[in-house]
């Protein structure tokens, strides 16, 4: 069954710092794609970036990385300089194939981040 | 502009009674979602359409019902089967086997 580990349930970061948010995922197999979200206190999810599996090089959109370590099956989130708008849950999702060939996303339980002044 | 509009924003009923949640899109998107949020958990489906007419169980449909009459809509129905049906919905919809999920801004439903 597909899986996602998101160990840190908040993280703290000044702003104009760079941050990086953790996920490790678990699936065997060979054909997935990795997620983030971020969710504002107002509920809607947003996209923010994503990384196929087959995918040779780390997504990047804007100020937001994908650390792609597919050995490791981690899919770890940087976001440079960050914002105060960043404050945020942060969801890292995994789609894969169920057992009826459906491919559906599974969330991990998120990292809710801080950015202080 | 085109999007996913959940209606209402805020629910509340009590215990006992069926709800229903819309969920209206105008992206022209095949398959569409719905998820349940708990506080300190991720998203878990509930149930999800492929298309007009057809929808299948997600994880967690015990307690629930959905329809897919138009393409346009997927309304969900939390039953008073449902043990605990205070949560976060979701709903959500894609182009089938693309990496483009829209989702809607959620109701949140409390049940009293």
């Known amino acids: 069954a597909q899986k996602i580990t998101q160990t840190q349930p908040g993280m703290f970061v000044q702003e104009k710092e760079a941050v990086t948010l953790d996920c490790t995922y678990d699936t065997s197999d060979p054909s997935y794609g990795l997620f983030w979200y971020k969710q504002p206190s107002s509920g809607e999810m947003i996209f923010l970036i994503y990384?196929?599996?087959?995918?040779?090089q780390n997504a990047t959109e804007g100020r937001y990385s994908l650390n792609f370590q597919k050995a490791r099956k981690s899919a770890n989130l940087v976001i440079s300089a960050s914002q105060l708008g960043d404050s945020a849950m942060y969801f890292c999702?995994?789609?894969?194939?169920?057992?009826?060939?459906?491919?559906?996303?599974?969330f991990g339980t998120g990292t809710r981040l801080l950015v202080s002044p | 502009d085109g999007g996913i509009t959940q209606s209402p924003k805020y629910l509340f009923r009590k215990e006992g009674q069926n709800v229903t949640l819309s969920c209206e899109q105008n992206?022209?998107?095949?398959?569409m979602y719905w998820y349940r949020q708990d506080p300190g958990q991720g998203l878990r489906l509930i149930y999800y359409?492929?298309?007009?007419?057809?929808?299948q169980k997600g994880d967690i449909a015990e307690g629930y019902s959905v329809s897919r009459e138009k393409k346009e809509s997927f309304p969900l129905t939390v039953t008073s089967a449902q043990k605990n049906p205070t949560a976060f919905y979701l709903c959500a919809s894609s182009i089938p086997d693309s990496y483009g999920y829209t989702f809607g801004s959620g109701t949140r439903l409390t049940v009293v």
């Open positions: 990384q196929g599996s087959y995918d040779q």
């Open positions: 999702a995994m789609r894969a194939p169920s057992n009826t060939g459906f491919q559906k996303l599974v």
């Open positions: 992206l022209n998107h095949d398959a």
């Open positions: 359409s492929q298309i007009v007419n057809d929808f």
